[in-house]
């Protein structure tokens, strides 16, 4: 598998504004935020605030995006996914691998039902405290984010590939064997 060069993140609300932070300024990768109508608008002249240090990344309107990302991160609220998750199209190419970090583990169907299930792997985000308000965002606990196919007895090339830009980024992960049940 390629390296991770190209990261979108799909939603800068609390999870999604700690995940730009954490790839911001990550060398060799290019991090951006995909946002349409009055968030797209406000996104760009505001940035985001993550505890207290501004980030500007490049927000990119769903219509606007020139290629593909190698990693998609979808950190919505579960309301948002029907019609967010469209917003992805010009984004998702041969080699892009799709990760979300919501709640529960029902969103992975959704998005594979639109983007292909072999795009799409397992993740839930568990134990970060961060609260949003406004373009600001606090948190003094990051938690960890579990992710993988669901059976990581041998973890496939695509999830080793994940794992290595998370740790470029500093992102506390864990592969668990059968991510399932965990």
């Known amino acids: 598998m390629r390296e991770v060069r190209r990261v979108a993140i799909l939603g800068a609300g609390a999870i ?5 932070a954490r790839f911001s300024g990550v060398a060799g990768v290019s991090t951006m935020v995909v946002a349409g109508g ?10 985001l605030v993550v505890n207290g240090k501004t980030y500007a990344p490049p927000v990119v309107h769903p219509d606007a995006a020139s290629a593909p990302a190698d990693l998609i991160l979808v950190a919505l609220k579960h309301h948002h996914l029907p019609d967010g998750i469209h917003d992805l199209a010009q984004l998702v190419g041969d080699h892009t691998t799709i990760v979300s970090a919501m709640n529960g583990l ?25 609260v949003r308000q406004e ?12 992710f993988g196919e669901a059976d990581n007895a ?5 999830v080793r590939t994940v794992q290595a830009a998370l740790d470029r980024a500093g992102i506390v992960h864990e592969i668990p064997t059968d991510m399932i049940r965990i």
Do not use: C, H, M
């Open 38 to 47: 009055e968030r797209y608008e406000r996104l760009k002249r505001l940035g």
């Open 154 to 158: 041998q973890p496939s090339p695509r």
């Open 106 to 130: 029902d969103s992975e169907e959704t998005i594979g039902s639109v983007y292909g299930a072999e795009k799409v792997l397992y993740g839930i985000s568990v134990g970060i405290d961060a």
């Open 135 to 146: 373009n600001r965002v606090t948190y003094t606990t990051e938690g960890k984010l579990y």
């Open 16 to 20: 999604g504004s700690f995940f730009v």
